[in-house]
């Protein structure tokens, strides 16, 4: 059982910037990730690596968002520039096992105000 702890959202003004965290508990040797779900909307990839840090973007954060993680304290970060009202939403961390098997954080808030 994994479990997911976020914490590092806000409110930021339009081109400002935020640092977003999740700490897991338990073993996390698979990918990991964030999501983002928008009011009115379905919940879509930010980004994500995998525990050989490879990553990948959505293509609409590519440039101005940046993943990693840090195997050893079983955390992963987000920092996210250049933010858009559009980027406004719930980023949840996203742990996936090698058993395939999903664990999600609560949520953590993002406005981007204009």
């Known amino acids: 059982q994994v479990q997911l702890v976020e914490s590092g959202g806000g409110l930021v003004q339009a081109g400002g910037s935020l640092r977003l965290s999740c700490a897991a508990s338990?073993?996390?040797?698979?990918?990991m990730g964030w999501y983002r779900q928008a009011p009115g909307k379905q919940r879509e990839l930010v980004a994500t690596?995998?525990?050989?840090?490879?990553?990948n973007y959505a293509d609409s954060v590519k440039g101005r968002f940046t993943i990693s993680r840090d195997n050893a304290k079983n955390t992963i970060y987000l920092i996210m520039d250049k933010l858009k009202p559009e980027d406004t939403a719930v980023y949840y961390c996203?742990?996936?096992?090698?058993?395939?098997?999903?664990?999600w954080g609560q949520g953590t808030q993002v406005t981007v105000s204009s």
């Open positions: 338990g073993s996390t040797r698979g990918i």
């Open positions: 690596i995998q525990r050989s840090y490879t990553t």
């Open positions: 996203n742990a996936r096992d090698l058993a395939a098997n999903d664990y």
